[in-house]
């Protein structure tokens, strides 16, 4: 099992920055892939970011340019950096890791955008 706990989530006005968080534990050996999913209410989740244990990302439309994605191994965690944020950002963010197949997710943290 891989428990994942994100943080650094909270309300900030349009133009800000945010720093989140994800840190894993538990069986973290072999865990390839990490990175970010959103929902905001009534829409489906969708990709943020992503990124590979050999540091290579990816990014959804909505976010590049703006987000940046970032890991430490040693420290099992991954980062969102969220710049120029947009009311339309505002969402759940869950962060993932994928592990000899399987899915994990966190319990996912509040980022409100305010106009």
């Known amino acids: 099992q891989v428990q994942l706990v994100e943080s650094g989530g909270g309300l900030v006005q349009a133009g800000g920055s945010l720093r989140l968080s994800c840190g894993a534990s538990?069986?973290?050996?072999?865990?390839?892939?990490m990175g970010w999913y959103r929902q905001a209410p009534g829409k489906q989740r969708e990709l943020v970011a992503g990124i590979s244990s050999n540091g290579n990302s990816n990014y959804g439309d909505s976010v590049k340019g703006r987000f940046v994605i970032s890991r430490d191994n040693a420290k099992n965690t991954v980062y969102l950096q969220m710049n120029s944020l947009e009311p339309e950002d505002t969402a759940v963010y869950y962060c993932y890791a994928l592990r000899l197949g399987r899915l994990y997710w966190g319990q996912g943290t509040h980022v409100t955008i305010s106009s």
């Open positions: 538990g069986s973290i050996s072999s865990i390839t892939d």
